[in-house]
């Protein structure tokens, strides 16, 4: 779990949102090992954003949010060298793996971020597995004019998990990486 680690701007966080967690060494070595055999051989698309490419490539499974219709459509199965993943997932997060209903990949190349956002209402909880190299994953929650702030280092095989509070009052960001890095994120759909 998260401890007092500091924040971005080097202020002593005082704690995590409610709803956070977070926990090293999730994924065993020889998991990720042969996931990330696999993974470079994925249909990765360069994300779309109304129009916009981002710098980080996606893949999504079960279900695929479409930017442009504010909605979500089935779409094929996760596949099976996902499911060893998504049962540690459901595991660490305290969900039955098969409430884990959508799986999306992502490939950050060198140089790639993911700006300030909160994952879309048709989603519930949200547990991220980081894989291959590690990151800064941000935290961020408008208090009146000023932002409430913490951060982390999210290390390969570790995973972190978004409800309650940090789900749907905080919004979550990862500047620019300096490594390749592959994340699989599992949401399960908003009750």
């Known amino acids: 779990m998260v401890t007092g680690q500091e924040d971005l701007f080097g202020q002593a966080g005082d704690r995590f949102p409610e709803g956070f967690q977070y926990s090293p060494d999730v ?19 360069a ?5 916009f ?12 949010y479409d930017f442009d219709s504010q909605s979500i459509r089935k779409i094929e199965p996760i596949p099976s060298l996902l499911l060893p993943i998504r049962e540690i997932a459901a595991g ?16 950050y190349a ?9 994952d879309k209402l048709v989603f519930g909880r949200v547990i991220g597995i980081s894989l291959l190299s590690s990151c800064t994953f941000r ?3 408008r208090n009146g004019d000023k932002w409430q702030r913490q951060s982390l280092v999210l290390d390969p095989g570790s995973a972190y998990l978004l409800a309650g509070a940090s789900r749907k009052l905080w919004e979550h960001s990862i500047p620019p990486v300096d490594r390749l890095r ?6 399960e759909l908003a009750r």
Not at 53 to 64: D, L, Q, Y
């Open 139 to 141: 935290l961020r929650r």
């Open 182 to 187: 592959y994340s699989v994120t599992f949401r």
């Open 110 to 118: 060198p140089g790639a971020p993911i700006g300030w956002h909160r």
């Open 47 to 51: 994300f779309d954003f109304h129009g």
């Open 27 to 45: 994924v065993p070595p020889d998991l990720q090992r042969s996931v990330l055999e696999a993974v470079p051989a994925l249909p990765f698309k």
């Open 92 to 107: 660490f997060a305290g969900i039955e793996a098969e409430a884990l209903e959508h799986a999306l990949v992502t490939e």
């Open 53 to 64: 490419e981002g710098k980080r490539r996606t893949v999504s499974f079960g279900w695929k």
